[in-house]
């Protein structure tokens, strides 16, 4: 097809029931569903989308995006529309903008927010699930708090991408990495206290978070310590230890453009 016409379309998910945002065989995911859908609204005219982030199996967003290509334009109030009028009930378009040829919705990310959300000791309500990650030993969040501050700034995170692809660039900046008590999502199904991982940058490797809050899990256990985790960055193995954070508790929550 020869594109003309293009589109950034911001997206909110729940994916709990989703094997990430890439299509895959075999599996349901968040692509294929908004990739369906545009194919019955748009009547089988043709179409291409690129997506922002590719995140993992059961990782939802409240706000991540995608760019639509199309030989011809489309008008966007009646796109949104439509659109959300059959997506599933879990898939939320929230905006549709008309961007120039010279936008790349992944070459313009000025900045990615992620939130990961945790909870310890008591087993949750099991509507929490989809959500929260819980924790059932003790933590020591004020410890977790400052290892994760550690992670701040510029350094190299090989030990924090999982089975790195050849070439792949090491050496990243993380913008913000605290932890925080939540008091952005609330439920009368949540336990009382909860805490997220809050975590900036403008772009992640593989699972880079969910080994970020891995780490963070085992230090708040005093299974490693602070100087563990600020050898992993000053001397990173090329065999680490993987543990990996479960995904429910993530969420890629805002994302910034260059435009």
């Known amino acids: ?10 997206v909110q ?5 989703y094997h990430g945002w890439q299509r895959q065989p075999g599996v349901k995911t968040i692509q294929e569903m ?3 859908t545009l194919k019955y609204i748009l009547a089988d005219k043709p179409f291409k989308i690129l997506g922002a982030s590719r995140t993992d199996a059961m990782v939802s967003a409240t706000q991540a995006a995608f760019e639509l290509f199309l030989e011809q334009p489309e008008d966007e109030q009646q796109l949104l529309a439509d659109f959300n009028e059959n997506l599933p009930a879990d898939i939320r378009a929230i ?3 008309a961007v120039d040829q010279k936008f790349n919705v992944i070459q313009h990310v000025k900045e990615k927010e992620y939130l990961y959300l945790f909870s310890y000791g008591a087993k949750n309500h099991p509507f929490a699930a989809p959500y ?14 400052k290892g994760a501050k550690l ?7 090989q030990e924090y991408c999982y089975k790195p692809k050849e070439g792949t660039q090491f050496e990243r900046e993380i913008i913000c990495s605290e932890i925080v008590e939540n008091d952005i999502w609330r439920a009368n199904f949540f336990p009382e206290q909860t805490f997220l991982y809050r975590v900036k940058g403008m772009g992640f490797m593989r ?10 899990f085992r230090l708040g256990k005093h299974e490693i310590s602070l100087n563990d985790i600020q050898l992993s960055l000053d001397q990173p193995s090329e065999t680490p ?9 993530l969420m890629l929550h805002q994302m910034k453009f260059k435009k």
Not at 132 to 145: F, S, W
Not at 151 to 157: A, E, L, S, V
């Open 1 to 10: 097809m020869q594109a003309n016409h293009f589109y950034l379309i911001e």
């Open 13 to 17: 998910y729940l994916g709990f029931r």
């Open 34 to 36: 908004i990739e369906r």
């Open 95 to 97: 905006s549709i903008e």
């Open 132 to 145: 929260i990650t819980c924790i059932r030993e003790d933590l020591d969040i004020e410890l977790m708090k």
């Open 151 to 157: 992670f701040q700034g510029t350094h190299n995170f």
């Open 207 to 216: 699972n880079q978070i969910r080994l970020f809050m891995g780490r963070l």
């Open 241 to 249: 230890d993987y543990f990996i954070a479960p995904a429910s508790g």
